[in-house]
């Protein structure tokens, strides 16, 4: 049997470049991400907090990078092991934040794993 995939869906809202959607990270690792066609922008670089109401800020890896991902719309952007993906598993609430703002309210699509206790 496979691994259970989760996705969640998180909207980054018209004129906006921050997700409006906060995702609860405490349980799941984030494997992958779906870009939709109309995304504007080729870069996406994410922010936690340690409550869902909390101050989110910029995720950094542990060389002192910025976390991002090249992205460009209607694409599959998987993190496999990278340096960013490492940093995001230690993220408990999480948002994304694209490089360029949105026209039109957009929807990506995370793919999760559980976190195995």
Do not use: C, W
């Amino acid at each position: 049997m496979g691994v259970k995939l989760e996705r969640a869906e998180v909207l980054i809202e018209d004129g906006e470049t921050v997700s409006t959607t906060v995702v609860d990270m405490r349980e799941r690792y984030l494997v992958g991400i779906y870009i939709p066609s109309g995304f504007e922008g080729t870069a996406l670089t994410f922010q936690a907090a340690h409550a869902s109401g909390g101050t989110f800020l910029a995720v950094y890896e542990d060389a002192g990078n910025a976390v991002s991902f090249t992205v460009a719309q209607s694409r599959y952007v998987s993190l496999g092991s990278s340096a960013g993906a490492r940093a995001i598993e230690s993220v408990p609430f999480l948002k994304l934040v694209a490089g360029t703002q949105q026209t039109g309210d957009i929807t990506l699509i995370l793919l999760t794993v559980p976190r195995v206790a």
